[in-house]
């Protein structure tokens, strides 16, 4: 990994009017939850907070997803409700992020 870069995990949903973006802390543990719901998500996801990429796919700028924009995509706008399905419809990417941008979203309280 290169100097200034850290690992990043993150699942995304195509929907209907948006992308939907969520941060896990690794994809085996997201794999492992969609077959053992016993495991509690705050094992599998880095924070509970959905993100909307504007139509811009996975690489979009990440902004927090409305409550109104939630139901009108999930049928609810329950935080934990919205992940689960992020888990089970979505893609599972892993990359690598520039320290300063995910710097950026710990100071914007986006990810803990």
């Known amino acids: 990994m290169a100097r200034g870069e850290a690992s990043q995990t993150k699942i995304h949903y195509k929907g209907k009017d948006d992308d939907f973006i969520i941060f896990i802390d690794d ?18 996801v880095s ?3 959905i993100f909307v990429t504007h139509k ?17 995509e999930f049928g609810t706008h329950v935080d934990e409700e ?10 599972i990417q892993e990359g690598e992020i520039k320290v300063r941008e995910h ?5 914007r309280g986006f990810i803990t």
């Not at 994809?27 to 719901?37: F, I, L, N, P, Q």
């Not at 811009?56 to 009108?72: E, F, K, M, R, V």
């Not at 710097?103 to 100071?107: E, G, M, Q």
Request: charged share 25%.
């Open 27 to 44: 994809a085996k543990a997201a794999k492992e939850w969609k077959t053992d719901k016993s495991i509690p998500l705050a094992q599998v």
């Open 47 to 49: 924070a509970f907070k």
């Open 56 to 72: 811009q796919g996975a690489q979009g700028t990440l902004d927090g997803a409305s409550h109104s924009t939630l139901d009108n």
């Open 82 to 91: 919205v992940i689960k399905q992020i888990i089970e419809k979505g893609t």
């Open 103 to 107: 710097d950026n979203y710990l100071l």
